[in-house]
């Protein structure tokens, strides 16, 4: 099974990282796709803790080549720190990662832009990360955009950027936020263009070797399908799209070539931002899971809600993208638990509902339905086997596989790479 991606099952922060880290021990190739510096992917192995934003989560292998694909919307500051940061760690990079001359680039004003919109919308905003990465997809799609390519024309890209911020000024005046300075933003990017030059390079190439000489390649998803623009709960969403075929354009890779899509799910449920939650507890239990889980956001810190596992969700994500497999990830969170519940459909209106039934606003109107399992009370923390999980674990995951119609390939009992069954 040579090309393997990673895709979040639910609304982001599953632990994609922690099993990209996993399946590119075998990898020659690992990619990313979609998104920018929202996404926070940790990984926790013998080299440290670290929290990857733009990096392929592969990037410990030593032998694996790393792509950031055109999908990705880069920060060009973020990107420069979070090689150096490596580097420092020991992991140098110069000589196989290779970023996509492609990528648009997240300018300053993007990020004014995305806290402007923002606030303009109050209570109505979607509470984005504040990476600037709607705004950047924005002028993506409205051929606004400045890519990484750009650069290497000093000229154009001046006269284009300067055009850019003249645009942009009016609109940030508008909104009240303070006008940019075009000279200054030149000088900074051509800077940072210096700086990346050696990893900056064509990749479809690259990723068409690797595919033809049936090389295994490992596609790392960002945020998750929940999040998707056109399938997720839109407007409480992110600017690209986060499903696995989002990798044929975001790197320049047939649909068909990709054979093994493992969806990472947590073993509850949680979100960031705004939006429906069918499942989020507002109460003691939600509480509990934040604090065992330690559920806080990875890129801003933010508490992030809880609640129990949402099935239907999954259901809907798994076929949506085609799940070979389930990864089932933070099963330990919930050890203490006496009782664990799992929703297993949803009602409206008194009827029977699903999640593609409708939108965000008659998402919030549907009432999960529960199922009730008991709890194991028993700490499986860095249990790797599965013969030595408790039978109450054992069926709640065989509950989940039922429900969701797909099988659970890995369970996550701890952060670290070792706390994994592979089944
Ligand atoms: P990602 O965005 O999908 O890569 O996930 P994040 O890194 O944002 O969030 C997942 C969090 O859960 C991180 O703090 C991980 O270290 C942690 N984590 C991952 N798997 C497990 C697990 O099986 N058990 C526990 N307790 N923590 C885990
Ligand atoms: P990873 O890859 C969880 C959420 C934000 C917000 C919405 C839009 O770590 O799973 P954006 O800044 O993208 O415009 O914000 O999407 N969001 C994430 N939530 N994990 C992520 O990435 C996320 N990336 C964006 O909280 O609700
Ligand atoms: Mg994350």
Known sequence: MPVTAVIGAQWGDEGKGKYVDILAQDAHVVARFNGGN???????????????????????????TCIIGPGVVLDLAGIAEEINTLDKAGVPLKGRLFISPRCHLVMPYHRVL???????????????????????????????????????????????????????NRLIGALGGEPMDADKIADEYFEYFRILQPFIKE?????????????????????????????????????????????????????????????VCKAYTTRVGNGPMPTELTD?????????????????????????????????????NGFTELALSLLD???????????????????????????????????????????WEKDIRGVNRWSDLPRGAVNYIERIEQVTGVPVSMIGTGPDRRETIIR
């Open 38 to 64: 929202n996404a926070g992917h940790t990984v926790i192995n013998e080299l440290g803790t670290f929290k990857l934003h733009l990096l392929p989560s592969g990037v410990f292998n030593p032998k694996a």
């Open 114 to 168: 995305d806290r402007l919109y923002e606030s303009a919308k109050g209570h109505l905003s979607t509470g984005t990360t504040g990476r600037g990465i709607g705004p950047t997809y924005a002028d993506k799609a409205g051929y606004n955009g400045l890519r990484l390519a750009d650069l290497q024309r000093r000229t154009l890209f001046i006269e284009k950027l300067s055009t850019q911020v003249s645009i942009k």
């Open 203 to 263: 990749t479809f190439g690259l990723l068409q070797d690797a595919v033809k000489s049936n090389q295994n390649v490992l596609l790392e998803g960002a945020q998750a399908t929940l999040l998707d623009t056109d399938w997720g709960t839109y407007p409480f969403v992110t600017g690209s799209s986060t499903l696995v075929s989002a990798a044929t354009p975001g790197l320049g890779i047939p649909p068909r070539a990709i054979d093994r899509i493992v969806g």
């Open 284 to 320: 003691e239990t939600g509480d509990r899971i934040r604090k065992i889980g330690r559920e806080y956001g990875t890129s801003t810190g933010r508490p992030r809600r809880c609640g129990w596992l949402d099935a239907e969700l999954v259901r809907f994500t798994a076929a949506l």
């Open 333 to 375: 969170v919930l050890d203490t638990f006496h009782e664990v519940k799992i929703a297993t459909g949803y009602e409206w209106g008194g009827q029977k509902a699903h999640y593609f039934d409708g939108d965000a606003v008659f998402l919030e109107e549907c009432q999960p339905v529960y199922e009730s399992l008991p709890g």
